[in-house]
């Protein structure tokens, strides 16, 4: 399965944007599909993840209660709607795919190509 995310873009503090991580192939309902984010000079990190099967959810504390991760099956396409941004969220964004509730990105195989979101002061 390859993933494709996009929605990114340039946003003020504050600001609102909703990404989008569609894959072309099966999304098996064991698979567990995960965001990650990687900003300049740093290491890639988790920011949430979602149970392609259900709606089991988890998020990065960094990003509680501002993101919200959600997946529709008929159009094979899990989002992340990102709300309250702040500059330290400015990051190139991906998407994967896993077959553990994990948040270490070891676990996760398929990997997107991402997207740029930038957060301005």
């Known amino acids: 399965v390859q993933l494709q995310a996009s929605g990114g873009g340039l946003v003020q503090t504050g600001g609102s944007l909703r990404l989008s991580c569609t894959a072309s192939g099966r999304l098996f309902s064991s698979y567990v599909m995960g965001w990650f984010r990687q900003a300049p000079g740093k290491e890639r990190e988790f920011v949430a993840l979602?149970?392609?099967?259900?709606?089991?959810?988890k998020y990065a504390d960094s990003v509680k209660g501002r993101f919200t991760i959600s997946r529709d099956s008929a159009k094979n396409t899990v989002y992340l709607q990102m709300n309250s941004l702040k500059p330290e969220d400015t990051a190139v964004y991906s998407c994967?795919?896993?077959?553990?509730?994990?948040?270490?990105?070891?676990?996760?195989?398929?990997w997107g190509q991402g997207t740029l979101v930038t957060v301005s002061s």
């Open positions: 994967a795919a896993g077959i553990h509730w994990s948040t270490s990105t070891r676990d996760y195989f398929n």
């Open positions: 979602v149970r392609w099967s259900r709606d089991s959810t």
